[in-house]
């Protein structure tokens, strides 16, 4: 049975030691999630993203932790039976702690991610900073690996008047590299950077002994993160600057889709091989008289 990738393997992979830069994408579901194993990727993030590119919804403020849990499990189905034959670790597995699931009590919080933990995940992610750490440390406490995620957070988005980048004046990128030393003195075992000038992130990766994971935060930092329908091409409403289209999966299955229509529309399909018969014996005992009859007697 192939390993998996654990959070102290992930916790080491610095760029400045010498680690190549993590890969991670998010997916909600398990074909994504094999298709994410074969192609080799680090880190699947089931983000609270399932709300605007799966559910529909405006922002991510509308998924609750049953939701996330429900993908996670799908995800975890989807690692559990993807590609057997790999040499390497099969990816790490963290879930979004959705927003008002660890912002009331800590026991709430620690009940919260033990659902994500037990729909599969091997480490959940929550957003914020130093005002999250009384929660970092009761999710610690219970053993569940904790991922940072600090600049634009898209649970914030009121708070922030939209998504915004965040860590543009001096003082904001001051709090900012203040909260990911937090973070990491904590023992949170990765950050995901979102939405901050490159110089910022670069200055935060220096400045702390566990991996960031950029997403709009530049080159500088010790990985990547995008959303798995904004790297194929499946999301083409909006084109944020911070992601690079790999696919048009899209337009792939629009066309696919019009051509199945035009073919039931025009009765080339089913075709004679995509179609089931019964045995003339059968037919006959049915009162069936030849091929193409279309009465039972
Ligand atoms: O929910 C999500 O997809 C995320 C990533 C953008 C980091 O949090």
Redesign the pocket.
Known sequence: MRSKFTAPGVRVRKVATGSEPLVMV?AYDAPTARMADEAGVDLI?V???VAMVVLGYED?LSVTVADLAHHTAAVARGLATSAPDRSVAKPFLVA?LPWMSYHTTTVDTVNNAAQLVRAGAQGV?LEGGRKRLVMIEALLDAEIPVMG?LGLT?QSIHAMGGFRVQGKEHGAAQELLADAKALAAAGCFAM?L?GVPAEVARVITESVDVPTIG?GAGPGTDGQ?L?FHDVVGIEDRILPKFVRRYGDLKADAVEALAAYAADVRSGAFPSEGETYHLCPDVAETLGLYGAGSASLA
């Open positions: 998010t993030l983000g609270d993203s991510t979004d992610k995620h898209p995901v979102e997403i993160v959303v």
